[in-house]
């Protein structure tokens, strides 16, 4: 990438959960309107945000989950992942990347977004199971909204956004990845949405997501059977854009945003915005409805049990 402009290194958080709700409440109190009288630079963050920086990374300690550089001549910004060890998303990583989200959405000096990741072989894999094993319910209320929160963002994104998908990218991950504009992948790896094989059920937005991706007769069949793709089925069902050697993939995908920031940006939005405010919209009109029935769904004894079962064999698999 050419020359680097600025980096936002967004560091863990603690764990509470009335930190989490307090930032949540912090970056809907200071969305839009702050971020967007920042100046050029980062580091020129508005005090309300610049606070809330120093906040996380004071509690932090030294790992990095979540890099993001703008480059200062194309205005596209890099997001990258690095949560060892699959980069699986739990209420804090979501967070930052929401808030990310936010900041880059609200910078005009940024027109577009790469999502990727350094964790080698894996992209993300997906929620984190850990999240929704015997869980506090709050938190887990908290979290769902959180990955809504995710996908609102992403899906609805004005800028151009593409995946640099670098390995294993199940579930949330391909979540994360459908919600982008354009999927670049690496050979040798696996994408879909597998949890049916989990016991569990991507919710109807999910659903909405892959269907608009690759059409309704695939997406039922992919849904039901919980496939995992191989990044070559994945291109051959229009589940991934383009396949190019690991080492070319976020090359590819810095030219094909070139390619797209040729387009009126004003006429690209409104299309974009066109054909994916249906999906948004009914996620908003069912939000509490939709936590609701995940609250409910995730609690149930036999799913918990399935989960843990899972757990077990995730565990047995990595020794
Ligand atoms: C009504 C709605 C209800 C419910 C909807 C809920 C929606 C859920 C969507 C989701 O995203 S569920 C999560 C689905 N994800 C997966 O099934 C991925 C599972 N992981 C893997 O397949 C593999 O780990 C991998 C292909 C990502 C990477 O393989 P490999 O490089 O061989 O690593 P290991 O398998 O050895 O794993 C290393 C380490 O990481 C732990 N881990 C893996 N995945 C997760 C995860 N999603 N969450 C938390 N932890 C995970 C794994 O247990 C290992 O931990 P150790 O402590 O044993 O080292």
Known sequence: MGQVQSRLTISPTPTKLAWMMHLRMLTTMHGLCEVRQCSKRWKNLCPQTKNLQKCQMSSAGSSEMLQVTVDDKSGIATMTMCRPP????????????????????????????????????????????????QPNVDRLQEFWRTLQEMYIRLYGSQLITAAAINGASPAGGCLMAMSCDYRVMAPGYKIGLNETQLGIVA??????????????????????????????????????????????????????????????GFARQITKSALRKPSIDKLHSKREEDIANFRDFITKDSIQKTLGMYIESLKKKAK
């Open 86 to 133: 699959v980069n699986s998303l739990n209420l804090e990583f979501l967070t930052q990347i929401n808030i990310a989200l936010e900041k880059l959405e609200n910078s005009k000096d940024c027109s577009g977004l790469i999502i990727t990741s350094k964790i080698p072989k894996i992209f993300c894999a997906g929620l984190d199971i850990m999240e929704m094993y």
């Open 203 to 264: 919710p109807f937005w999910f659903q909405d997501l892959i269907i608009n991706t690759m059409g309704f007769r695939q997406s039922e069949m992919a849904l039901q059977l919980g496939t995992l793709f191989t990044s070559e089925e994945a291109l051959n069902l229009g589940m991934v854009d383009k396949i190019v050697p690991q080492e070319q993939v976020m090359e590819t995908a810095i030219q094909e945003i070139h390619k797209w920031k040729k387009i009126p």
